[in-house]
């Protein structure tokens, strides 16, 4: 039996058809492309971290409730008895779930561009995934059309990431409540970025029984922790916890994330910094002649370049020792993109070096 013949007698196809997600090698490089948090722990932070960790007993199996962090959770973003949280290894399990608990013919729906994983897992599912075009231009929802595909096709599970990804823009709250209103399925959601947006829909979850709020730890500083959490009606979240794995949340990352949100703090002044330096990098690059950069209420920056020259200048920003995310591959809204995650002020500086290079090095072959 050949390997061709093992593979698709064993997998299905839609699993056949898919790309792996790639992480680019960020080796020797400034780490510009992945939505992360550039500050480190003071030692003295670090020092109190590693003292709460010295008596965990790793031979034993983690709280598979993660009952301490879950209350930690709740008091931080001061829920009432009547809603439950969920944790996931990250949010990407939570969305995993989420699509794992649906019928095989469900519909799930998404505004495109928006984060990846929505449509990867829904295609590894075999759901029948269906991504709304936003506004050119301006990257809003198109309201009429996100609509009319609801009615339409009658979603089980509605994503919408406020502020969104890749784009960075808070969709309208008006919006998005008409959506809620008019779903009759679940509508998720993903406020990954929220920590630099100011804005969130939790205060709306009493008034919507299928509205869930989801966070993740990974762009506040932490994302090698790998912890999300979904918060909504106790009834949806008791079914979510049915397929979850038991002890998918290990001891590891109980301790941290809960000494973390101990010193909220630190992380609320890390982000007020991220939150400024945005501000100039995005002045400095509408300032460049060819560059158009959209506003962002997220920890990155999506910029366009000039037509077709997208990639070349990504290749030339790395050459240069810079990596951000190439998103012009994904053609449609997203062709001649380029996204930048807002790094320390020096990266921020060394990237904006190297942009104005690959500029000036495009003029010149002009």
């Not at 460049?288 to 997220?298: C, D, H, Q, R, V």
Request: proline fraction near 5%; charged fraction near 15%.
């Amino acid at each position: 039996m050949t390997q061709s013949v093992i593979l698709t007698s064993v997998f299905r196809e839609e699993v056949l058809a898919m790309a792996a997600y790639k992480v680019a090698d960020a080796q020797g490089l400034i780490k510009l492309d992945a939505m992360e948090n550039p500050y480190n722990w003071p030692e003295d932070i670090k020092k109190d971290w590693l003292e709460t960790l010295k008596d965990c007993q790793l031979n034993r199996y983690p709280d598979a409730d993660a009952r301490q962090l879950t209350q930690t959770i709740r008091r931080l973003n001061q829920l009432s008895g009547q809603f439950d949280v969920l944790l996931g290894n990250g949010s990407d399990e939570i969305i995993q779930l989420l699509l794992m608990a649906l019928p095989a013919t469900a519909s799930v729906l998404a505004p495109a561009p928006g984060f990846v994983m929505y449509k990867q897992l829904s295609d590894c599912l075999g759901l029948n995934y269906l991504g709304i075009p936003l506004l050119a231009g301006t990257f809003d929802l198109d309201l009429p059309a996100m609509l009319a595909a609801i009615e339409r096709h009658q979603p089980s599970v509605i994503f919408l990431a406020y502020p969104n990804n890749p784009t960075g823009n808070l969709f309208s709250e008006a919006s998005i409540q008409d959506i809620i209103k008019t779903a009759k399925g679940l509508v998720v959601i993903d406020e990954a970025y929220a920590p630099f947006a100011g804005a969130s829909f939790i205060n709306f979850l009493a008034q919507y029984d299928n509205l869930l709020v989801m966070r993740t730890v990974s762009k506040l500083g932490l994302a090698g922790l790998r912890l999300g959490y979904i918060i909504g009606n106790p009834a949806i979240i008791e079914q979510l916890n049915k397929i979850r794995l038991p002890y998918n949340i290990n001891s590891l990352t109980q301790i941290s994330a809960d000494f973390a949100f101990s010193n909220k703090t630190l992380f609320d002044q890390q982000t007020q910094k991220i939150c400024a330096d945005r501000a100039t990098v995005f002045q400095q690059l509408n300032e460049l002649e060819g560059i158009t950069a959209y506003p962002s209420a997220a920890n990155f920056i999506l910029f366009r370049t000039p037509e077709n020259k997208a990639t070349g200048i990504f290749l030339s920003i790395k050459k240069q020792g810079v990596l951000i995310k190439n998103l012009s591959g994904q053609g449609g809204l997203l062709s001649d993109c380029l996204r930048v995650t807002i790094g320390k002020p020096e990266e921020n500086q060394a990237f904006l070096t190297a942009l104005r290079t690959s500029l000036a090095q495009l003029n010149s072959m002009q």
